[in-house]
């Protein structure tokens, strides 16, 4: 029996039905098409590669194994993503001399840094043009409960 009447049961992961509240069945359904309405490429960057340099642009470098766990995808499927990043100059790979010789780590290349601020640049222009449509309270409003939601 559902704790309030007014909540739907939805499909989880495991093939099992999660209680809903209408709310947070609307929240989830939006942030999906807000997230597909500012696209799927940034300037030169796609999501994926954009999400990979911005990492990347956090540190000096990375191990590749350590990239894909931040990004959430084998060691296998961040090598492709580098093998791309790469070839289109914009990180390179290399083992460390002093570190374990089976380790490979990555680091984002002057190329790379100018590809993530055009790419920064359209995602934030996008966003912005996206929340003109609020007003300035609603905005701040919206940037704390987003914020309130990371933790």
Do not use: C, N
Request: glycine residues 6%; proline residues 4%.
């Amino acid at each position: 029996m559902r704790e309030h009447p007014e909540e739907e049961a939805i499909p989880a992961a495991g093939g099992e039905k999660i209680s809903a509240e209408p709310e947070v069945k609307l929240i989830a359904e939006t942030l999906e098409k807000w997230h597909t309405q500012l696209g799927r490429q940034f300037g030169p960057l796609s999501r994926p590669q954009r999400r990979t340099l911005r990492l990347l642009a956090s540190v000096l470098s990375m191990r590749v194994s350590d990239l894909a766990d931040q990004l959430g995808l084998t060691t296998a499927g961040a090598t492709r993503m580098l093998d791309t990043l790469e070839v289109q100059g914009y990180a390179t790979r290399a083992r460390q001399p002093l570190a374990d010789k089976r380790e490979v780590y990555v680091t984002l290349t002057e190329a790379g840094s100018r590809a993530l601020a055009q790419a920064d640049a359209v995602y934030f222009e996008r966003v912005s043009t996206s929340v003109r449509r609020l007003s300035l309270e609603e905005r701040r409003t919206l940037a704390k409960l987003l914020q309130g939601l990371l933790g």
